[in-house]
């Protein structure tokens, strides 16, 4: 599904990925771990195309195509969704409204029809119990005066509704409480599949406990410096990131693919 | 990035109204002049005290014109204007008609072009429109309609021929002849516009709209609208503009009056689209307009909404006298400026009376090299005991080389007062964008989604099919803009 071959990127002008390499397949979950500033974020900008953000080397494959140069709206419709770290607020723009067109431009790029309000109603109320997304939420403009949870439930509401084939949840867990939590996770998991990949990152091990990954990689400066199953995810809880500048050398070979 | 490129397409998209229409029509020579004057108004066969009151601006226009009283303020760049290089009427020939059988079809394709059927689809969307092309209003639906209530709802023309006393009593009153330097012109050649008058206790049954054409060349169009609604009644009306793409600019100057008597209300709509200029910033129309509402009545209401999308300039500020006790004033505005199009708008609210209240809601976008100012006077008077005013101007740049400016001005001479202003200015956020992008949504449509959403609490001020109408225009005005 996925393919990053020595990847090196730049946020601006600063150079932030250099040199990772990472295969996810169809099914499988994957955690990126690692400590402030490691490039967690940068990697999902890159993927998700966003502007600001740019390949300096290496490539990314995704179902064997390289993305470099594609436009955001063209990965999303390709079925790559990111979950915001911070969803951004937008003035005056009903969210129902706005999830609808977003549907609706992905139904139409797979050559789906698109929904009218009333099947739409109807999808996004049975997506909404999922995630115990509130009526109102519907109603007011995108992401503005949600809570942060709110804003959390309504990345895994649009996840849901759109059903990519690979999620990409930027710290979906950061500010949330554990209710919260276990909600996101419920949803989360419903989309789990063969057919689908996941890619979380996260700073915490908690997150990981109510979705389980397939694989765990630990990010530091801009490499995976360390890659393994989901008991390396409690294994850092316990230890910290600052035990990675002591790993031994093995450690690191074990984590390339 | 990618996106700038994009955008810059994106905004490129044509005017969609430039089109001549083939009409034979009447005009007078070039220029303007005391002679001219009097041309206009035999041709309009007005009673003397009209043609008294024409000259009457003419001598102050002209004087004014000579010690250099054209304004300056605004923050508008325009080479000079030749007053004496352009037509002052233009009418399409074949005058005086019985019913739409007899308009020129010709005419009448171009209404249909615009969008605007002047037959009985009218009746299913219960709007009466007066039509005003060039400088003639040709045709009035829904007359009979309007007339069991007993409204008066004509061309400027006729009000003079049907109810002189009227618009003898009103014309004037709100902007005299001598207001302004465009005022002055105004008043001294405008050739048609559109006469309303609602009777007392009448709720107007439907919304009243007016389509202004400028077809022919050289030409400037200067209407004259004036609304007066008497105690207890209430009356919307709808603005409608456009003009074919010409290389040269062309002038209008319009006077719109507005009379609200005790309890009345008057809703007052404009979706304003003249030829904007080509992409370089040549042609497109000077907008130069004097728009005025003057509460007179006890707890009287009239409220402005705009939606400014056309013109290479405009300079506009529909404003209210709120003179009877509690009477309240609205301005409602969203203003687009893409390419080399400058706008400077805004409004004036001058509380007279004790207890009058105002609201100012404006929005401007500016995209291109678009430059834009909100200039809002908020004056309460020694009288206006408990006067409330509410001002908000928000700004929306698309990209960097646009500009907004904010130039609100406040003379308070009441400490009961309470006045309120805040203003913002935000860049169409890049997260915002790419937010949208990441989910599917191209980049236009999100533009254009963004900008519906930031005009939301002005659009929504319009009246049904008007909002529809102008969120295509925004959608359309940015089309290639973004940079």
């Known amino acids: 599904m996925l393919e990053i071959k020595n990847l090196h990127a730049k946020a601006g002008e600063a150079a932030i990925l250099k040199g990772i390499d990472l295969t996810i397949r169809p099914g499988e979950v994957h955690a990126m771990m690692g400590p402030n500033g490691s490039g967690k974020s940068t990697l999902a900008s890159v993927l998700a195309g966003r502007p600001g953000y740019s390949v300096t080397a290496g490539e990314i494959l995704y179902d064997g195509r390289d993305l470099t140069g594609i436009e955001p709206e063209e990965r999303a419709r390709e079925g790559i969704f990111l979950a915001f770290q911070y969803p951004v607020e937008i003035p005056g723009v009903g969210n129902h409204y706005f999830l609808k067109a977003s549907l609706n431009a992905i139904r139409s790029h797979r050559g789906e029809e698109e929904l009218d309000a009333i099947d739409f109603l109807a999808l996004v109320r049975e997506k909404m119990k999922m995630v115990e997304v509130p009526e109102d939420l519907m109603n007011r403009s995108i992401n503005q005066g949600f809570s942060g949870g709110e804003k959390k439930r309504n990345e895994i509401l649009q996840m849901l509704l759109l059903e990519p084939r690979l999620c990409i949840l930027d710290e979906t867990d950061s500010g949330l409480d554990i209710d919260a939590l276990r909600v996101i996770a419920t949803g989360v998991n419903a989309l789990r599949g063969p057919q689908r990949s996941l890619l979380v990152i996260t700073h915490y091990q908690r997150l990981l406990d109510h979705i389980v990954p397939d694989r765990v990689h630990v990010l530091s400066e801009g490499r995976i410096a360390l890659s393994g199953d989901k008991s390396l995810a409690v294994e850092l809880e316990k230890k910290g990131y600052g035990w990675l500048e002591t790993a031994p050398p093995g450690a690191e070979a074990a984590a390339v693919q | ?483």
């Open chain 2, 1 to 483: 990035m990618s996106n700038a490129t994009e955008l810059a397409e994106l905004t490129e998209r044509e005017y969609a109204y430039g089109f001549v229409t083939d009409i034979e029509s009447e005009t007078i020579p070039k220029g303007l002049s005391e002679e001219i004057v009097r041309i206009i108004s035999a041709k309009k066969e007005e009673p003397r005290w009209l043609l008294e009151w024409r000259l009457k601006a003419y001598h102050r226009f002209a004087k004014m014109l000579e010690e250099g009283h054209e304004p300056t303020w605004a923050m508008i760049r325009y080479p000079t204007i030749d007053y004496q290089d352009m037509y002052y009427f233009s009418a399409p020939k074949k005058k005086q008609l019985g019913s739409l059988d007899e308009v020129d079809p010709e005419l009448l394709r171009t209404y249909e072009k615009l969008g605007i059927p002047l037959d009985e689809q009218k009746r299913l969307t219960g709007v009466a429109v007066d039509a005003v092309f060039d400088s003639v209003s040709v045709a009035t639906t829904y007359k009979e309609e309007l007339e069991k209530h007993g409204i008066i709802f004509c061309s400027f023309s006729e009000a003079v021929r049907r109810c002189p006393e009227l618009v003898r009593k009103y014309l004037g009153s709100v902007v005299p002849y001598g207001d302004n330097f465009f005022a002055a012109l105004n008043s001294a050649v405008f050739s048609d516009g559109s006469f309303a008058y609602i009777p007392k206790g009448v709720r107007c049954p439907m919304e009243l709209s007016t389509y202004f054409r400028i077809n022919a060349q050289e030409t400037g169009q200067f209407e004259r609208t004036l609304i007066v609604a008497e105690e207890g009644s209430y009356v919307s009306y709808l603005e409608g503009c456009t003009a074919p793409m010409r290389d040269e600019n062309q002038l209008h100057a319009a006077v719109v009056e507005l009379v609200a008597l005790d309890d009345a209300e008057i809703k007052y709509s404009t979706v304003q689209n003249w030829y904007p200029g080509d992409k370089q910033g040549k042609g497109g129309i000077y907008n130069f307009v004097t728009k005025r509402g003057k509460c007179l009545g006890r707890r009287s209401k009239i409220s402005w909404t705009q939606v400014e999308t056309g013109s290479a300039i405009t300079w506009k500020y529909p404003s209210c006298i709120l003179q009877g006790e509690g009477s309240v004033g609205e301005f409602h505005s969203v203003a687009l400026t893409n390419n080399y199009q400058q706008a400077d708008t805004g409004t004036k609210m001058i509380h007279i009376g004790a207890g009058t209240k105002s609201t100012i809601i404006s929005k401007g976008i500016s995209a291109g090299h678009g430059q834009q100012s909100y200039r809002g006077l908020v004056r309460i008077g020694p009288k206006a005991v408990g006067a409330r005013n509410y001002s908000q101007c928000d700004s929306l740049l698309l990209g960097d080389k646009c500009g907004a400016h904010t130039f609100p001005y406040l003379e308070v001479k009441n400490s009961t007062a309470t006045v309120e202003h805040e203003a913002t200015t935000s860049k169409i956020g890049e997260d915002q964008l790419f937010y949208c992008q990441q989910r599917g949504i191209s980049e236009e449509d999100a533009i254009s989604m963004i900008v519906n959403g930031f005009c939301k609490e002005v659009l929504r001020e319009l009246p049904m099919e008007f909002a529809v109408e102008a969120q295509k225009l925004l959608g359309m005005s940015l089309e290639g803009s973004v940079g």
